[in-house]
């Protein structure tokens, strides 16, 4: 049932309805005076004329206020000039110079909102298209990196790989944020072989995390998990990603990374442990803002970036994420997928 908005009355209307009882109640004092052999008859007779006014007053200011309140609204929604001269001739020509000045305002911010809009819609068309075209030499340059391995020094293959690592996260990072923005996304969920998608990722970042001198620990348990695939390849890129970048360079580094089933949940996880700096206390409530990089020396080379879209993407997927974390003491992230 749709609910009624009653507008309230305006205060002139409050005042007009004080004065009337008053009157009335000043000549029910006369007619007391005057004639007090009929004073009951011209009591009961004042009283219903004056409750009967009231009555029709109110109605007749009650009904011209919904009409001004839906002109008003109308005019909000849709300031043209029709509806500005509607809402002049309800409110009178004392606003005439009032509602055309809020017209010209409004029509103005509608406008450059337009504008804004097209010229989003231009960059996030642009973005896309960029990305997309980006894969193509990224693509070549792996393939070259590749084929052509024998031909480098170590050293210098790892440099390679690891900025074309790098330089691929980013363009996967823009593509999960365009992603994320549009009004529908699109998942294709399924059952994921989660040892197969870790392995995946582990051989990616092979080069990555031995160029940073991080050992991988592993201790895999298929579990039955229904979700994206591409997602949480994506996810678990940005979870290592950002263990080895902030990672203790005083001791030896290492990434855990666990499956299994939590009772107390019901549900299965992907658990990343690292011996890396951690997180202050006071930083663990904010680690999941966009652009947030924390207190530490290594937040020059964040963006801030990789755990939004993480936590983004699992919103979206319902997949529960839990951190635990002690400053130098290292960092746990775990991802909680729902019993399918």
Same mark, same amino acid.
């Given at each position: 049932m749709k609910k009624v908005s &009653? !507008? *309230?009355l305006p205060q *002139? %209307?409050?005042? &007009?309805?004080? @004065?009337l009882c008053v009157n009335s109640a000043f000549f029910t004092f006369l007619a007391w005076v005057a004639y007090p052999e009929e004073f009951k008859a011209l009591v009961l007779a004042m009283f219903l004329?004056? @409750?009967?006014?009231?009555?029709?007053?109110?109605? +007749?200011t009650w009904k011209n206020q919904r009409n001004k309140q839906h002109i008003f609204y109308r005019f909000l929604k849709e300031p043209s000039a029709e509806r500005e001269d509607q809402l002049s001739q309800a409110l009178g020509n004392t606003y005439i110079e009032v509602v055309h000045a809020i017209a010209n305002e409004l029509r103005h911010l509608k406008d450059e909102a337009?504008?804004?809009?097209?010229? #989003? @819609?231009?960059?996030?068309t642009f973005i896309e298209s960029w990305v997309h075209e980006i894969k193509t030499p990224l693509s070549l340059l792996h393939l070259v990196l590749q084929n052509r391995k024998d031909e480098m020094s170590s050293l210098v293959y790892q440099r390679l790989d690891h900025a074309n690592i790098t330089i691929h996260d980013y363009v996967e990072r823009i593509l999960f944020f365009a992603k994320l923005q549009a009004v529908h996304v699109d998942y294709s969920l399924k059952k994921v072989v989660v040892s197969e998608c870790i392995e995946d990722v582990l051989l990616e970042l092979q080069s990555f995390l031995e160029e940073q001198h991080v050992v991988v620990h592993t201790e895999i348990k298929d579990i !039955? +998990?229904?979700?994206?695939?591409? %997602?949480l390849h994506f996810m678990l890129i940005q979870l290592l990603v950002n263990a080895v970048k902030y990672r203790n360079v005083d001791s030896e #580094?290492?990434?855990r990374i666990e499956t299994g089933f939590e009772s107390a949940k019901d549900s299965y996880y992907i658990k990343v442990t690292d011996n890396g700096l951690g997180v202050l206390q006071s930083d663990l409530p904010f680690i999941f803002d966009q652009g947030f990089t924390g207190d530490t020396h290594n937040q020059k080379q964040s963006t801030g970036m990789g755990l939004f879209l993480v936590k983004e993407l699992c919103d979206d997927l319902q997949?529960?994420?839990n951190v635990e974390s002690e400053f130098m003491r290292g960092f746990i992230i775990k991802l909680l997928f729902p019993k399918v």
């Open positions: &009653w !507008p *309230h *002139h %209307a409050y005042h &007009w309805m004080i @004065l004329i004056t @409750l009967i006014t009231i009555v029709i007053g109110v109605a +007749v337009q504008e804004a809009k097209h010229q #989003s @819609l231009a960059y996030k !039955p +998990v229904v979700s994206d695939e591409r %997602a #580094s290492f990434i997949i529960e994420i």
